[in-house]
């Protein structure tokens, strides 16, 4: 069956404007997770979703990140304002359940804010 | 927040070695996911385990609740297996919210 699917898969912008990250579950699975990897760096949560509710924000690192999700399905990530050290891998995955569900990574967007 | 250390950083072996990457964390956790990122940087689940030993060909993970420790081996690892290989646990342990990431141990088979 299909995937985590991701758009867009690369995003290009200048420092200052908004973007939206788009991520598709996997069908029927409730739980939807964002991630980012910056160049070099390791992998960092930043919010996650069971269901439309998002539990837990802590990961967000400043109030111009945004993540919403409606009909317990797609979701987006929203950055605005955005400055270089914005720039990084974006990465969505969704699980089962949040409870012991193995987690299935999409293919990423990779952000550069000029 | 749980933290997680993993072990070694990078390693290069040569076609059918044994390989073994460790990985230890702080907090008490429900489950351990380890994790595989290809040069591409797709990210493929490999294991997710809460207690002894799980197999899948020729890759094994195992983990120690008591002594908070997983280790990843590969047997008769093969140049296809060069790839990132990460540890993860969940942020505070139970499970019901984000992974905290190992920094990943960067493996190099040669043929």
């Known amino acids: 069956g299909a995937g985590v699917s991701q758009s867009p898969s690369n995003k290009v912008t200048e420092k200052g404007k908004d973007v939206e990250l788009r991520c598709d579950p996997i069908s029927g699975h409730t739980a939807l997770y964002w991630y980012r990897q910056s160049l070099g760096q390791g992998l960092e949560f930043l919010i996650y979703?069971?269901?439309?509710?998002?539990?837990?924000k802590s990961g967000l690192p400043s109030d111009r990140f945004s993540a919403e999700r409606t009909g317990g399905s797609v979701s987006t990530l929203t950055i605005q304002r955005t400055q270089q050290e914005d720039s990084a891998v974006y990465l969505c995955?969704?699980?089962?359940?949040?409870?012991?569900?193995?987690?299935?990574f999409g293919p990423g967007t990779r952000l550069t804010v000029l | 927040k749980n933290e997680v250390e993993q072990s070694p950083q990078n390693l290069t072996a040569q076609e059918g070695e044994f390989i073994t990457i460790n990985c230890s964390y702080s907090?008490?956790?429900?489950?351990l996911h380890w994790l595989q990122q290809h040069p591409g940087g797709g990210i493929v689940s490999l294991f997710m385990l809460s207690s002894g030993k799980k197999k899948h060909g020729r890759l094994i993970a195992t983990i120690n609740i008591q002594e908070k420790h997983s280790s990843l081996h590969i047997t008769a690892s093969h140049p296809r297996d060069s790839a990132v290989y990460i540890c993860?646990?969940?942020?505070?342990?139970?499970?019901?919210?984000?992974?905290?990431f190992g920094k990943g141990t960067h493996l190099i088979i040669q043929p």
């Open positions: 993860a646990v969940p942020d505070s342990g139970g499970g019901a919210d984000g992974l905290t």
């Open positions: 979703f069971q269901g439309n509710s998002a539990p837990d």
């Open positions: 907090v008490g956790i429900s489950a």
């Open positions: 995955a969704s699980s089962l359940s949040t409870h012991l569900g193995t987690q299935y």
